[in-house]
DNA sequence: CCTATCACTCGTACTAAGTACGAATGATCA
DNA sequence: TGATCATTCGTACTTAGTACGAGTGATAGG
């Protein structure tokens, strides 16, 4: 049970967070107590006190690392492609630290990479000539839906293409294909398909919203 | 503290869901403790425990009690219009259950009204003539969408108009303005303005998503 | 009418987890 | 060398979930 690793470096904030990171991916986010994370630091519960503020402070901590793991896209490229780039990889940061989505949005105080985060996103907007209105819609539908997604895709039960199409063949198995017909239909006849991925609708999904973008914007410039 | 209403009804594992959506609703979800909701049902902790496995369950069966409070529009309605009632609902419903998104997605284990809610969703675009890849493209997206913007207005400080407004004013004052330019201007010259609402952001995006999911049944091209 | 059953109620107490308090330890600098 | 201060951590308090088993009241069969 006891891990007990050995420490060899300072304790920072920002270690102990990393940490924290690393314990939630592994064992899950209930897993994260402040006795295992001591643990898992080679130290005690108390010590950690001297560092961070308490649990919440924590999280906080681990959110805005979060955060800092999103790429912003290289600025030469062109906008579409910049937005598309970001939102992939606010995307590939969720999926890599699932237990993360329902935090990201529940902690109230945004802290700096969080404040880089939206920054960037909104340049890019900028850069794409949408006006002050469009932008703030822009971002306000951009941000929702690669949450929602992520969220979405959180709790899948597996996100391997196989993986996933045998457990939604034991949900249709316990469906009532007379209660829910569409529900069964949907997954026999596609989700169980081979090949079949819900990550594409992803990509989908945000060509959809940034060809409505570009429309309202109409025949502005690009670069 | 203790609030002892006095009982009257008999307790069954709906009425203490309810209750337990009540004390959410007022006191949030963090004050949702097995004690406190014994006492706002005049009854003690270990009794509820007849009724509900644990606190897990209780949560599933809360998560199930708002999913049924989104309702299904008519099915008379043009589709379109159809979809859009039932996500303006949706997100109603979480809007007055702002502590519920998180947990939504959060649940593993779908109940009967969950099951409803997507089985219905799904009909609906079905009469839309959708394509099964398509549906379910259509599918993901609008969940996402409509989740993850309740997810961001569940947390946004205020989301009446004017005391938003105040916030965001705060906020503004202490944001570096050299560091985030973006963000400030948004802010002060759009979000501050008289007349905002985060809201509207809302159809804007709905409309966007369905035109495109249109545009690309239409001609019979499907993705 | 009497009593056995059973669903329901609840008092007690155990456990896990966050964290307050203050002592011990160790490094830095005058 | 000794004082200061940051760090570490042992102990223990508190809150919250819940296991265990005793009480209690309504109902059904004799």
Known sequence: MSEQVVRKVRLTPERIATAAIELADRDGIEALTIRALADHLGTKPMTLYHHVA???????????RIFAEMEAPPEDL???????????STREVLVRHPWSVPLLESRSTPGPELLRHHESMLAT???????????????AILDSFVFGFALEEATLPAQGGEGMADVAEEIAAAFDAEAYPQLVRLTVDHVMQPGYSFGSSFEV???????????ARGPGADA
Chains 1, 2 share one sequence.
């Open 78 to 88: 062109p906008w579409r492609e910049a937005i598309i780039r970001r939102c992939q």
């Open 125 to 139: 907007l900028d850069r794409g000539g949408l006006p002050l209105p469009l932008m703030a819609h822009a971002y």
């Open 54 to 64: 308490g649990k919440e402070a924590l999280l906080d901590l681990m959110v805005d």
């Open 205 to 215: 999904g945000l060509g959809i919203i940034l060809d409505g973008l570009e429309a």
